[in-house]
């Protein structure tokens, strides 16, 4: 084929191609085959549907893009690079896969301007991609007047095979179904290949009739490859499908264009090698040196940068018209768009006493909701089907619902990994949402994938987690967490908090909404079972990590050290051992990460070297705990799977009593 | 209605009812709809076709129950105690969900025999299911002759609306679909509630459409709480079918025969109450006591001892007679079955020397899959769309496909949740395969549920991880595991090995081997990149989870603790340090777990207490490892997310060098 037969739309095409062989060639890593593939389909959504300035790739009212087969990398970042945004230059491209570059492996929101989400883990960005609807319909629910809609933008997702098998994809997809959520279109790259080869030897479903199932709009692009008119108006009629999200399976070749290894596993994770790149120029008629874009092709392709000014132009105009008509409302959404949080909307963050009733930090948890779900209307979650064992429903609004997204209670049903990855969605939306998903603690198990890209993506998610320990009870071991509060605690820039009382639940939700507006995801632990009140504890103590709840006179003897449920226990102990004229200090440790971060002097205020004799108290593994108790301390704890037991049975069973604690407290003290 | 109109099935079946009923009400917890709902189908089920026998829970041949809506367990516990199981009489049932009972709040294999697997978590036990049929498909592939078919029963799953939202039961059962596992019949419970109210609320999804989209064959019993008839044709036809498995929707009434709770969440999971129980009885027209079975319905039931006797006596008469005939295979079976291993298995497992080259220890462990595969053919897994990177193909065996069970190479697509699941209940056959699975050590994340259930009902899994580092490169922080190994060593049960070289591959894979016949699960973490093979590294060493590999004269000064590809960066400090006129030792810890459990002298001296100058060296969090290098010791680890660049590149910008190591062993020499 000679250059001269290439179209316009071809050429436009083949830098898609040749930006993917080229930059993966160089890097000696990555996925060309997806981005040969798919390119056709990019280049119709983005030439032709895709509204969004280049210039302004925060723009509140662009079309949200997902590139769920996140290997695809060189997709979105040759659409970045074509279509202008100063995010991705070609000498970023050059980059590719390299230390610290705009272009890692795959794509990543947090380096690069122009990435909603970010992908790779499969099913995540198609699952993401619920949320960012879920987002849109809730704001345009919230803030379009009839006479100006300021919020309507759509979602676009290409996910590939893999995507396709992971079950966390499958559980959001079915609630996209369910939700009706016409602006989420997604496109399915289907060619029939994986990693370890050709899709028939694990994955022979008939995908788009599990999508019909799950109540999807579906349609069929036979010739993916070559069909440019075919995908566009398949794209135009997922867009007039309002009432149902729109799923498009176009069967493409993977690395087309490469005449010995398109349609092969060969070309899906790996350069092509020097060889085949010369017969894929060939066979493409592209006569261009390696990272170079015809200028016929760049300059079709910049016209999106124009395009997107004068788009969100028209958009501002649109909301300078609704501010002067709708003021407060415009001023709602201004402040939601600003990160910032209303003057005085910690005042609601109710304190207590000794003398207040004892109960589960579940139930203090559900007032605090409330009462920040009044002052905060961006607060808007629910839980995976136990709404009321997680305590989690805005008792002043309604259910999420088809045709009633407005409300803010939503039902994730029994789908723990959906859920967290629609949560990481809404967030990633960047429109001020703070999201929140809830569940028992254990079937953090299920959503562990979501939570880690939560605080990967810097997704200001809460994640609410109640049944906190062994004191779960009846349930048994399937369902009472042991090794969870360490194996989150472990996960980099989650902020884990695991509240004593009443007060400490106040202050844990003061700093999960503080730095969910920071971009930063917190989670939750409350217990199920009732706790008292105790003297000491504050919410600014909460903030700091840990505190100094009971204290000696002069150095202490001894530090009891416990969180949530275990604190009073501590409390009861530290009492009857200063009885007996023993010094005791008793730290509450609610959050080991809001810890860290404090300075040294603080540090050794709460935590002096010179008192080796520590005791940690908490129903969950000793794992990790020697950071803090040292060599010459001793943990309360558990390093076994739990019991089918009333609560109260199995803690006691267990050891988690005053008892003990004094009994490991006397045996330290000799 | 009086007692009178009842016939014998409404007596047997009510028995159900009743017994669940009175459990949870004795209790004040439980879930009484579900048994209430799916007594007639678990009637016709295990009265009519369920071939097992109670005197015998262990019978190779029986067919496999799996209640997947665990949290319905009184159902299962009726069953066992009216069918004359041991192991749960009725006194067990008075205790229900009490310490140390038989009937714990979820079904669990290891405390009640005739119970399968562990369920509770949902959408677990039907992914159990799709292994169990795994199972049963490969070992009649392999041992079945023409004129004796001694493997050949089926796999019974009952489930939930919970589990079919869930995306685990997704992947597996599109699984088993491609699969075509037609002695795989699963019965949905349709009764339209789950915990938070009515399905309609978050899953309007066409299951059946869905079920018949993975290539099931589905039908459809739409009386289900009393069409008998119905039920066993259903079972009957789904016999029939040999080529698909087999999905029947039962649309029933949760809490059925309770006025004023039936098709409420209300019924779901709690007491009744004492009057509403009064209602049930009226209305159901049960006259007896709680705990009480009339006469005539247990001695119904009770004939399953009989037919069971008679069932296992005829399937011996055919596997003495097949014994007879094919003595080889007999004696292999009969190896399988008795848990042992053959004599000198693990002589097959290679030793190497410094000056053998150094490979990934991934590569290592496909030479130990494959010798070991050779020797043990009870080996059979794969990976989730890995293969070519795990490094998991036996190269003397095929692809498991529809029609070609015998052979032992699973491709189980890009679904990890499932095939933790999956092999699980392969595992939990009980019939003395050794499944392992295979991904990155990152997505274990997706799977975390499955693994700990491995650990908690003790299936004897090899989890095989690779690219276990930040030494995983390019692909970036989404695919670098940072802190996965933490996450993993905290779960109680679970053994998590990382070996240095091919040694500690070895002896690795000998444990995990030796781990999986006493039913215990391993996971094994090895690297992308290429490691020497060190000297001092053995077999022996790894089996005692720690041990010194490099010694100094007289007491160190001090200790460089390494795991996998991080020992030789201590091997080499210790080098640099002793010519320096340090005294060094360096101690090779692979497996924690191992370690924790040698006794106090060993571990003693292996690290001294008096040695406090320690680093450890691990690529990964420092999470945990205070326990090792105490409050005077330092790491060299990572904390915060890893980034996207070529492994080498990565590595070493995060610390991970020979240089690093000596700094912070000299800070610390001061």
Redesign the interface.
Known sequence: MAVATQTLEELCINSIRFLAIDAVEK?K??HPGLPMGAAPMAFVLWNSFLRFNPKNPKWFNRDRFVLSA??GSMLQYALLYLTGYDSVTIEDIKQF?????KT???P?NFMTAGVEV?????GQGIANGVGLAMAEAHLAAKFNKPDAKIVDHYTYVILG??CN???????AC??A??LGLGKLIALYDDNHI???GS?D???????S??F????WHVQHVAEGNTDLEGLAKAIEAAKGVTDKPSFIKVTTTIGYGSPNKANTAGVHGAALGGDEIKLTRDNLGWEYEPFVIPEDALKHWRKAVERGANLEEEWNKVFRDYKGKYSEEAAELERYLSGKLPDGWDKVLPTYTPEDKGLATRKHSETCLNKLGAVLPELIGG?A?????NLTELKDSK?F?KGQYQNRNV????????MGAICNGIALDQSGLIPYGATFL??T??M??AI??S??SQAGVIWVMTHDSIGQ???????QP??TL??L?????LTVIRPADGNETSGAYKVAIEKAKQNDPTLLAFTRQNVPNLAGTSIEGVAKGGYTVVDSEGTPDLILIGTGSELSLCVTAAEKLTAQGKKVRVVSLPSWELFEVQDADYKESVLP?AV?KRVSVEAA?S??W??YI??EGDTVSI???G????GA??LE?FGFTVDNVLAKSKALLG
Chains 1, 2 share one sequence.
């Open positions: 890097a890593s990555g996140g290997h896969r390299q230390w610290e570059s890692p492996g795959h990543e970010t992908t790779g883990p499969l095979d893999g098998m992971e079950g966390v994809s499958g559980e079915s609630y179904g369910h994986s990693i370890d899709t030897i694990a994955f022979t479903e008939d995908v009739k599990r019909e199932a799950y109540g839980s089907d136990l709404t009321h064992s259910d619902q039902h994730f049903g029994v789908r723990e990994h959906g254990i079937f198990d299920y562990r994938a880690r890209l605080a990967l009870g009846e349930d048994g071991p399937t369902h042991i090794e360490a194996s605690r472990a996960i980099p820039n070297k080796t593994a794992f990790g020697h950071k040292g060599t390093d076994r799977f019991a089918s037991a009333p049975v199995a069973k």
